[in-house]
């Protein structure tokens, strides 16, 4: 097969939870370890950090990566979705999967795994942790895909956990309070392995306390000793004022970056603490100092392929897309919309149909021209339902039933000191950059 064939076999031979929701979903570990156990258990033969969170755990992993990719560290990286390719999901410095080492993965191990019936989650981690022990990484960087004790990455034991914050997402599957979500995602809390709490709660930090305890495992809130002690948008750069690091400059922009990068500090302290955080320079080590810190927040897009976080598409009009898509998410992105100065505002808009609708739409700001649409996914809403919602919410706009129409029509009607937002669903931002816009 070739590479495209081999990403139609994926997409359509294997139950994907993109695509088909709780009918793709797979609970539990059996096929991760029978996986994991028929390739060798790759996953022993590196370092890994492990990142959960309902918001915000893609751009930790990707920030973390990039500073330990400038630290010298070969340095995996998995996440997911994937906005254009699915390359994206699993890169090395930065650098996509080779296409034939995914042909040839899928070619010689569908007689194995096809068996077992795997979810595609279950089969492209297995894919992800065989890639980085072939290519031989010195750690990788490796997000939760749904959850966290159940999730299929929860195989590894990492030399650090991060939880980056909890709110409500994917309740079929997590649960339908923050007490049952905290659960789930405190999950992957190892055994004497240290975790960061990003954000607590009062429902919250109970839950992380006592599996903290009874793991053993160190646990650090970075809210109660805050790395980040100011920051300001400045010259297109997130400005943070920082504890230890001085002035760090970030080109991730969304308000909740904020929260990020306080998270991401309070976690580069601890690999600190454990002795990872230092420089390979001429075969010899030497310890970080801040300048590669700043080069990772500085530099996240480039170094790790980063896309959709408060992305600038375009100045005149100003053109932003935002992978943003639960209520946690928009508590942030309404703020910031909010703030943005301009003559008149578009939101292309879109969502699918497992997240809590009505909670985002109390939060879409009414001053605005809305272009509803249904992103190219089986679980998306359709343009003519979110319109209605919309009516009901004060919202005023057209429906329309792709992205590329929606967005093509925002764009005919905005003015160059107009503002234009694209997002509501990464799906819908992976539609946006799929088109080449």
Not at 254 to 263: D, V
Request: charged fraction near 25%.
């Amino acid at each position: 097969m070739t590479y495209n064939e081999t990403c139609n076999y994926l997409y359509n031979q294997v139950p994907m939870f993109e695509n088909l929701g709780m009918a793709g979903y797979k609970e539990g570990l059996d096929n991760s370890l029978k996986l994991d156990e028929h390739y060798g258990h790759p996953h022993r033969n590196f370092l890994t950090i492990h990142v959960a969170g309902t918001n915000g755990k893609g751009s930790c992993s990707h920030t973390l990566a990039a500073i330990l990719q400038k630290c010298g560290y070969k340095v995996g990286l998995y996440t997911s979705p994937h906005l254009v390719d699915f390359d994206e999901r699993i890169r090395i410095n930065g650098h996509p999967i080779d296409h034939d080492y995914v042909a040839d993965f899928v070619q010689k191990g569908k007689s194995f795994f096809e068996p077992l019936t795997p979810s595609f989650f279950e089969v492209t981690t297995a894919m992800a942790f065989k890639y980085f022990s072939d290519k031989q990484v010195d750690i990788a960087v490796i997000e939760v895909g749904l959850g966290g004790r159940l999730d299929c990455t929860n195989i590894i034991t990492p030399i650090l956990s991060v939880i980056t914050n909890i709110s409500y997402d994917h309740i079929q599957q997590l649960g339908n309070s923050l007490e049952q979500i905290a659960m789930e995602k405190a999950g992957i809390i190892k055994r004497d392995v240290p975790v960061v709490i990003g954000e607590a709660s009062p429902e919250t930090r109970g839950i992380f306390e006592a599996v903290a305890r009874e793991t053993k495992a160190p646990i650090v809130f970075a809210e109660d000793h805050p790395e980040v002690k100011s920051v300001k948008l400045q010259d297109n750069t997130m400005q943070y004022q920082t504890a230890h690091y001085g002035t760090i400059q970030g080109e991730l922009t969304g308000l909740y970056q904020e929260k990020n990068a306080n998270t991401i500090l309070t976690a580069i302290r601890l690999l600190e603490e454990l002795g990872y955080m230092y420089r390979f320079s001429d075969n010899s080590k030497s310890e970080v100092k801040g300048k590669e810190i700043a080069e990772g927040f500085m530099s996240v897009c480039e170094t790790t392929g980063l896309k959709g976080r408060w992305q600038v598409l375009s100045k005149e009009p100003l053109v932003v897309c935002d992978t943003g898509h639960n209520v946690g998410g928009w508590k942030y992105l309404s703020q910031q919309i909010a703030q943005v100065r301009c003559k008149k505002k578009h939101i292309v808009f879109g969502m699918v149909d497992d997240k809590d609708i009505e909670g985002v739409f109390n939060l879409l700001p009414k001053e605005a021209t809305y272009y509803f649409a249904k992103a190219d996914n089986k679980r998306a809403v359709s343009e003519t339902v979110l319109q209605i919602i919309g009516e009901q919410h004060g919202l005023n706009g057209g429906a329309y039933p792709t992205v590329k129409e929606a967005y093509k029509s925002a764009m005919k009607e905005a003015e160059t000191d107009d503002f234009v937002f694209i997002g509501g669903s990464t799906y819908v931002v992976a539609d946006l950059l799929k088109n080449g816009i």
